[in-house]
């Protein structure tokens, strides 16, 4: 354990922070700035009782980041209903996913978390009919190559992401959880048919407990950056103890969910670093049962050199020597995932050569 950041040793026994010096909280602080986990561990010090035990400069630091994350919040609310009065006439439940989800079902995974896009997910033969709603709203689309608008509309699992023209805000309108061209397609109209109504918020819905673990896990393990891999693990640890603890055979439910939507792999990997990194209370039969995910002996060796570089922050004071090879690896394998090689081939000579920077990485 004592090989791991200061950061991920602070997110698996936040009390240890009470026992810092200046030193230790000035590395600890750029650690989580650089990994946006600001405001999670000033939420984590009130959370164990320890914030009024910090010295006072410390103590101003994570009252800002907490603050910052108050107004987010405030301005995520403020959009989502933005959202839902846009799409109120199509009779569209409005589902909402990972970072907007955990802030409007009020989930633990919501303190102290910061994200730039709202998420939502429509069936795929309903999108014309979402995007004009949001057109007339406000909202246009911010990518105007034609490759962009192809790359999105035929390949990806959502449209061209949309921005509004006085908010500037972003929403991402998902038909699916992986591309069209992923060997794994799991069936959006089973996630849509078990997502839940949000109580005290209506028209407003997330995915079931499992397939919000399940996304989530899909999300990280699928990525190609891992600018906010940290981060995202910890939703990860987040949503598995509140879950875990509040939904009635969630731990059964879990890897047989896994199984019937084809996302065993991911699965796999986040318990596997979920309970690593962060020390996350997995029952014995469910890490036995998500077995099934794990992938070969000399595959997994490989996966647990790269993600264990992967899934620190992202500061100097944790890069190694072998941080950028494993950072290009995960890219390439980030789109693998998602595409058949030729096409993976002719994607990445137009992304380098003739539109480089317009296609975000962030697909997932």
Known sequence: MNTLPLLTRVLRS?????????????????????????????????????????????????????????????????????VRRALQDTGLPLILL?????????????????????????????????ESRLMLHGWVSNHHDAYDQRYYREWMHELP??????RATVIDVHHAILPETAAVRPDPARLRAAARAIPGAPGLSVLA??????????HLFYEGEYDHGLRDLFDLHRLLC????????FWT??????????????????????IQLLGTP??????????????????????????????????????AALTPLADAMLYIRGNWLRMPPLMLSRHLFHKAFLSPGNVKSDQV
């Open 253 to 274: 439910a879990l890897p047989t969910r896994a199984h019937e939507l084809e996302l065993a792999r991911p699965l796999f990997y986040a318990l596997r670093y979920c």
């Open 14 to 82: 936040p009390p240890t922070m009470a026992a810092f010096d200046a030193p230790a909280w000035e590395l600890l602080l750029r650690q989580a700035v650089s990994a946006d986990l600001g405001a999670t561990l000033a939420l984590l010090a009130e959370e164990h009782g320890i914030l009024h035990t910090l010295p006072e400069r410390v103590q101003r630091r994570l009252g800002w980041e907490r603050r910052a994350w108050e107004r987010h919040g405030q301005a995520v609310r403020f959009e989502t209903q933005q």
């Open 209 to 218: 407990p499992c397939d919000m673990v399940l996304h989530s896990a899909t």
């Open 161 to 166: 992401p949309l921005q509004h023209l006085r």
């Open 282 to 319: 997995v029952p014995a039969a469910t890490v036995e049962t998500a077995g099934g995910g794990r992938p070969g002996r000399a595959l997994l060796a490989l996966m647990d050199g790269l993600f264990a570089r992967a899934l620190r922050p992202m500061h100097p004071s944790c890069a």
């Open 98 to 130: 990972k970072g907007t989800a955990y802030v409007a079902a009020g989930l633990p995974a919501a303190a102290g978390r910061l994200f730039s896009d709202i998420d939502i997910l429509v069936p795929k033969d309903r999108l014309d009919e979402v």
């Open 242 to 249: 509140h879950f875990g603890a509040t939904e009635p055979g």
